[in-house]
């Protein structure tokens, strides 16, 4: 199947400092990139629709100006979560869908975000 | 977006077949149904995918009855490393660029 990438797989910061979370589809172009995030034993959550040269589409309830997303090629999406707080610390997944027919997402590996 | 309801966790045994199944009384005409398999700390994996009566590929197999408000996922002969949380996720293919909506998911414990 098709492979996507997330860089870092794992970060700690400092609160208030900003982190940015690059996604990357490697052998294939990704129309529509999405973002979730995973608090420990629940489910995903989705943040966000990144779609190539337009801004995002965001869930209700996830504040835009924290959560910066750009998509700016077919092949990498962005996600950088500002003035970091301890409860952004989450687990954040990409995921990553061709265009045409067919909605099988391909996800990334995750990053890990811990926020001191 | 259809919402779907799934056991919270089964167990089984090692060599077992494990069926799990997943409500969606709401699912709309174009809707597919769609099973992913997560690891802890690890992206969701796509499984299976299917929109009525049968479907099977090299590790699973989907049974979709005729009116499509259930579906059940069959595992056979799971071992330890089939260990974890599997979500059934329903949505449209071209409908809201795709979206798909995780629910609780069911956590797969198999035991030796």
């Known amino acids: 199947g098709a492979v996507v990438s997330q860089h870092p797989s794992r970060v700690i910061c400092k609160s208030g400092t900003s982190v940015k979370i690059e996604c990357r589809s490697l052998?294939?172009?990704?129309?529509?990139m999405f973002w979730y995030r995973q608090f420990p034993k629940q489910s995903l959550m989705l943040m966000a629709t990144?779609?190539?040269?337009?801004?995002?589409?965001?869930e209700q309830g996830v504040e835009k100006d924290k959560f910066l997303i750009n998509h700016a090629s077919l092949t990498l999406s962005t996600l950088t979560v500002t003035s970091a707080h301890p409860e952004d610390s989450s687990f954040y997944i990409c995921?990553?869908?061709?265009?045409?027919?067919?909605?099988?997402?391909?996800f990334g590996p995750g990053t890990r975000l811990t926020v001191l | 977006l259809a919402k779907t309801t799934q056991p919270i966790s089964m167990d089984s045994y090692e060599g077992q077949e494990v069926n799990i199944t997943c409500s969606h009384n709401?699912?709309?005409?174009?809707?597919?149904i769609t099973w992913y398999q997560q690891f802890p700390s690890q992206g969701p994996r796509f499984i299976i995918q299917?929109?009525?009566t049968k479907v099977t590929n090299e590790v699973a197999s989907l049974f979709i009855p005729a009116d499509r408000k259930s579906s059940t996922l069959s595992l056979p002969r799971v071992s330890l490393s089939d260990t974890a949380v599997y979500y059934c996720?329903?949505?449209?293919?071209?409908?809201?660029?795709?979206?798909?909506?995780f629910g609780q998911g069911t956590e797969l414990s198999v035991k030796p």
């Open positions: 995921s990553a869908k061709a265009g045409g027919q067919g909605n099988e997402q391909f």
């Open positions: 052998d294939f172009q990704a129309t529509t």
């Open positions: 990144s779609n190539e040269g337009s801004k995002a589409t965001y």
């Open positions: 709401n699912i709309a005409t174009n809707d597919y």
């Open positions: 299917g929109y009525k």
């Open positions: 996720l329903v949505g449209t293919l071209y409908n809201q660029g795709g979206k798909l909506i």
